[in-house]
């Protein structure tokens, strides 16, 4: 199986300063017939289910703000946050769908202000 | 608008049973393959497991594999998820997952609790 794995586990980062989470996979993750990393970025805020915001490692998902940009390319990935706002306040996991079924997680990087 | 919306959960013994029901609306449900994720309390995600659009294709965890089994109703717009042997650790929220592209979800319902306890 795929092994997903967060750093860090946790962040603080001030009002409007970039926030960088990093995802690293324990096989890569890109497909060479089509080029596409098969890595997604899903933000979980408390009480709510997880809402997709990046796919393919870099494609931002419809109505995502632009502050919001995937990276990376095989078994590194990175989810940066431009500029963080209060609503950003949430937990983010990678996941990757490269294998079939069931897709796994990384356990998540817990993203607070500072 | 798409709606999922899950139902079944509650307490149970550890060995017991439940089946989990999402009711599908607002969007084609048979032209999508489904999902049930799992959230222990306080804890991350897990995929529990899978169905293709015509229920060709079933996949489960490895934690989960030969207790539960996965189905759907395309007629009824019906997920399933009937969980046998149950044990304290599959505690959880279950989230009922609408596959979009290739494994990453883009719906996603409330979810259901599951506890499982003595």
């Known amino acids: 199986d795929i092994v997903m794995t967060q750093s860090p586990d946790s962040l603080a980062v001030s009002l409007g300063e970039r926030a960088t989470i990093n995802c690293k996979s324990s096989q890569s993750l890109l497909y060479n017939s089509n080029n596409k990393n098969y890595l997604a970025w899903y933000q979980q805020k408390p009480g709510q289910p997880p809402k997709v915001l990046i796919y393919w490692a870099s494609t931002r998902e419809s109505g995502v703000p632009d502050r919001f940009s995937g990276s990376g390319s095989g078994t590194d990935f990175t989810l940066t946050i431009s500029s963080l706002q209060a609503e950003d306040v949430a937990v983010y996991y990678c996941?990757?769908?490269?294998?079939?079924?069931?897709?796994?997680f990384g356990q998540g990087t817990k993203l607070e202000i500072k | 608008e798409v709606q999922l919306v899950e139902s079944g959960g509650g307490l149970v013994q550890p060995g017991g049973s439940l089946r989990l029901s999402c009711a599908a609306s607002g969007f084609t449900f048979s032209s999508y393959a489904m999902s049930w994720v799992r959230q222990a309390p306080g804890k991350g995600l897990e995929w529990v497991s899978y169905v293709s659009d015509n229920s060709g294709g079933t996949y489960y965890a490895d934690s989960v594999r030969g207790r539960f089994t996965i189905s759907r109703d395309n007629s009824k717009n019906t997920l399933y998820l009937q969980m046998n042997s149950l044990r304290v650790e599959d505690t959880a929220l279950y989230y009922c997952?609408?596959?979009?592209?290739?494994?990453?979800?883009?719906?996603w319902g409330q979810g259901t609790l599951v506890t499982v306890s003595s």
């Open positions: 996941q990757q769908y490269y294998t079939n079924p069931p897709y796994t």
């Open positions: 997952a609408k596959d979009w592209v290739s494994g990453v979800v883009d719906y």
